[in-house]
């Protein structure tokens, strides 16, 4: 038997004018500013209760790691209202009367425990460390008794790493403490926050976007060392290691995602992430690998040849690549629905397609692979090369994080943080997938001779943009993307790698 569904709260028309009245406060945290704000924080959860009328507000953080790897790192709903980034912690939100008291529950460590682990901040100290007066957690159950026996309706916020996957949670502390609430409590009243944390977190403040911003400057620089380093011979996995390692030297906190880092037949692999092959001469490295930087998430993919010049049938591919992204670039201001620059976006991969004759023309169809996400009779054959949107995804404490362009209009707005990120792959791996008809082997017949030139090419260029009042902000334009200037920054010298030697060459 399936458990009661979570039922997703609208957001409230309180809540939205509580958002738009907390911009003055955004404004407090500087753009060039490191950090976010405590007044900022404090901004969120005022929002975030005004999107009911009365009830318990309950956000967990992540738990202490179980094993050594990967690190801790914290839930991003949970810190997106908080600021705090230890262990095992849970806000908890009051709202009766008009009133909201908000406490935090912490655990407490013994001194023998800190001698592990370090030492953490204490109950007492929240208050004057994040503007929440903090509890011990063991106090947590009691509290939450109280509240349920008094009738007060609950309201979660999922406790996920990735939104990605929220509909699949069921293992999450918060899934665990909603099933144990509503079997000693069948009659409460329970509800996911979960539309309305999506729409706060969609609209990007000045200091995250300052985040966002510095996130992205040390993914640039990360890939620029990764091209004067790759050559034929070097294994993906020496470029993943210098990678990650520019990542931490410049400040970045961890990988954004697992880097993906690509070498000839891998680079046609969406979300590869072996990186264990060793490049060959002329064949393309596919890097689409960033940082992440006091919890916010850039995102950037550069392809590039392995000997540092392209061939003509891989500036083919590339070149309608970089128009299809230029193409939607030019579409996005305030206003604009996103399905109009995917449109355009579009329309220039499939035009470039059937210009190389690896489909019959822009608006020609396919029987359709089982998985693919096109309905049959309707399955454009652009869709066998280009897998995916061109507009991206919003990114900020998650790689793949909301934006006001996803609701309601799908239309861009100030604020509004994202990737455009055009791919085309020619795998004939995919090709032979086709269900045996009519239609698709004149298609094959066809397309078969390109198919053959190209096949192997998998290229993606993904680049980040922030909308704000003074317009569009390229924010990886550090990054070279024209092919010329990655040729020529390919040439220049080669770094030395940790431990001795240059990529694909012996070690010392």
């Known amino acids: 038997m399936k458990p009661e569904p979570i039922v997703p709260t609208p957001l409230s028309r309180a809540a939205r004018a509580a958002f738009t009245g907390v911009a003055a406060v955004l404004a407090l945290s500087s753009a060039a500013h490191a950090q976010v704000a405590n007044a900022e924080y404090a901004a969120r959860r005022k929002a975030l209760a005004a999107s009911i009328d009365s009830g318990v507000v309950v956000a967990f953080g992540a738990v202490e790691p179980v094993s050594y790897w990967p690190t801790f790192h914290q839930v991003p709903g949970f810190y997106y209202f908080t600021g705090f980034d230890e262990t095992d912690a849970v806000l908890l939100m009051v709202k009766r009367g008009g009133g909201v008291a908000s406490t935090i529950f912490v655990p407490t460590r013994t001194a023998i425990a800190e001698r592990w682990l370090g030492a953490r901040a ?270 991206g995804h919003g990114i900020g404490l998650e790689v793949h994080d909301p934006a006001q362009y996803y609701e309601q209009g799908t239309r861009f707005g100030v604020g509004d943080v994202f990737t455009v990120e055009p791919g085309i792959y020619i795998s004939p791996d995919l090709l032979s997938s086709l269900p045996d008809t009519p239609k698709n082997r004149a298609f094959l017949a066809k397309v078969r001779p390109a198919v053959e030139r190209y096949k192997g090419i998998g290229v993606r260029l993904e680049d980040d943009y922030a909308l704000t009042e003074k317009g569009l902000e390229w924010l990886s334009e550090g990054s070279p993307r024209e092919m010329d200037r990655v040729e020529a920054l390919m040439r220049g010298r080669e770094i030395e790698l940790p431990g001795g030697g240059a990529c694909g060459r012996p070690r010392t």
């Open 122 to 391: 204490r109950p007492a100290d929240m208050n004057a460390r994040i503007g929440i007066p903090g509890r011990d957690v063991a106090q947590f159950q009691s509290t939450v008794d109280s509240l349920a026996a008094a009738g007060f309706p609950f309201y979660v916020v999922p406790d996920v790493q990735t939104a990605d996957y929220a509909e699949e949670d069921s293992l999450t502390r918060g899934a665990r403490f909603l099933a144990q609430l509503r079997l000693a409590h069948p009659w409460l009243e329970t509800r996911s926050l979960d539309s309305t944390v999506r729409h706060l977190r969609a609209r990007k403040s000045p200091a995250e976007i300052a985040q966002l911003r510095k996130a992205v400057e040390i993914s640039v620089r990360a890939h620029g060392e990764a091209m004067k380093a790759t050559a034929p011979g070097c294994g993906e996995y020496e470029i993943q290691a210098l990678l990650e390692g520019t990542f931490r030297r410049f400040g970045g906190d961890r990988p954004a995602y697992g880097s993906i880092v690509g070498s000839g037949p891998n680079a046609t692999i969406l979300h590869y992430m072996e990186d264990s092959r060793v490049m060959r001469d002329g064949e393309l490295l596919l890097i689409d690998a960033a940082t992440s930087y006091d919890h916010y998430s850039a995102d950037v993919t550069r392809t590039l040849p392995v000997n540092g010049r392209f061939t003509p049938t891989q500036r083919d591919i590339y070149q309608i690549v970089l128009e299809a992204q230029d193409a939607f670039v030019r579409q996005i201001k305030p206003g604009v629905s996103v399905e109009i620059a995917s449109d355009s976006g579009q329309a220039v991969v499939a035009k470039g397609l059937a210009r190389l004759g690896l489909i019959e023309s822009a608006s020609a169809t396919i029987d359709p692979p089982e998985g693919a996400r096109c309905e049959p009779g309707n399955c454009l054959q652009v869709r066998m090369f280009a897998l995916h949107g061109y507009g």
